[in-house]
């Protein structure tokens, strides 16, 4: 599923809060670059006691169409044609650290979460920008 036209709440929409809010933009841009889907937070509730967070489940959520719109552009560079599982996996480490860096205990932990998150947002944007440079 997927929403038609980006929301005026959209994480990929400069104007918004959501798109200034440090973990949504931190976790767009990992989605974005990962080829990961990224779910529109239109009209989302976040908090679930049951599930003791806040995401719900995905299946019941439909596709950012911010994030369809800018993974179009991506992917017209050729971006996602070479190493595209490689990508993928780096991403999901980039998540994974962003989620030790916010929820981490010591200095030390959030650190490391935080060295990894840099070192993997680095390695996904250059890829980015050698794609970028090659179809420009």
């Given at each position: 599923m997927s929403c038609s036209k980006p929301c005026?709440?959209?994480?990929?929409?400069k104007a918004s809060a959501a798109y200034r809010e440090p973990h949504n933009a931190l976790k767009g841009v990992l989605c974005l670059l990962g080829g990961l889907p990224f779910y529109c937070h239109h009209n989302i509730d976040w908090w679930n006691p049951d599930l003791d967070g806040y995401m719900?489940?995905?299946r019941d959520l439909d596709i950012c169409a911010g994030w369809k719109r800018e993974t179009q552009k991506l992917a017209a560079t050729g971006y996602f044609k070479k190493h595209r599982m490689i990508k993928q996996t780096y991403a999901k480490i980039g998540l994974g650290a962003l989620?030790?860096?916010i929820?981490?205990?010591s200095k030390s932990e959030k650190a490391k979460a935080m060295k990894a998150l840099d070192g993997?947002?680095?390695a996904l944007?250059?890829?980015r920008d050698e794609a970028e440079i090659v179809h420009g």
């Open positions: 005026g709440e959209c994480a990929f929409t719900p489940r995905a989620v030790t860096f929820h981490g205990i993997v947002i680095r944007v250059k890829e």
